[in-house]
């Protein structure tokens, strides 16, 4: 079976997991798509499932801002050419305070089989995670986005070898990559991207 059979596959599941009792449906992912790049997020936020998109909002008007300046394309040509994937599915819900609540370690556990199960059918040259949890997620570690953004790094993710670019979360509420050093990390990291061997081969 070809990988975007198996990913149309996996997609049927995932699209009628329950498993996590207090998160918010739908499930939302991004299309089956064979790609040598896999963008990894946090969780969709309140907005993603009426549009049934990933990164279908704010976020990810600055984050596709961000890819296309890079690679020269549009958002709808990047959601067709990179595999977008999340830490979570499903939206997780408002914290007390107000702001989204994120996955918590039983979702983070329950939506691992789904990225694993991924990442082995596309064996990715490049990982793409946004946002501290999801580079955490990647790496395997906690690390200050100072120690990580604007560098090539290499790791083990579920068993497949790639190359990682981590990128700060585009959220309108960070100022981390408005400011110093973050804007300039970020533009480091971008740079990369655009001169990566899988970015030519995505984009070619």
């Avoid at 690390?143 to 979360?169: I, S």
Wanted: glycine share 10%.
């Amino acid at each position: 079976m070809d990988p975007v059979a198996q990913l149309t596959s996996l997609h049927r599941e995932l699209d009628a997991c329950r498993l996590c009792p207090k998160v918010v449906g739908p499930v939302v992912h991004g299309p089956a798509v064979e790609s040598p790049i896999v963008l990894i997020g946090q969780a969709p936020g309140p907005r993603e499932g009426k549009f049934m998109k990933p990164f279908a909002w704010t976020a990810g008007k600055t984050l596709f801002r961000w890819l296309g300046e890079t690679v020269g394309a549009d958002e709808e040509t990047i959601r067709s050419r990179l595999y977008i994937a999340a830490v979570g599915r499903c939206f997780p819900g408002k914290m007390k305070s107000g702001g989204d609540r994120k996955p918590d370690a039983g979702e983070i556990e329950n939506c691992r089989r789904w990225l694993e199960r991924e990442v082995k059918i596309l064996k990715p040259k490049l990982v793409l995670p946004v946002g501290t949890l999801a580079i955490e997620q990647v790496l395997g570690r906690s690390q200050p986005l100072t120690d990580v953004v604007g560098k090539l790094l290499r790791a083990e993710y579920h068993g497949v070898a790639v190359e990682v670019l981590c990128l700060p979360h585009p959220s309108g509420l960070s100022s981390w990559h408005k400011t110093e050093p973050g804007k300039t990390l970020l533009a480091k990291a971008l740079s990369l991207l655009r001169h990566h061997a899988a970015t030519k081969l995505a984009f070619r």
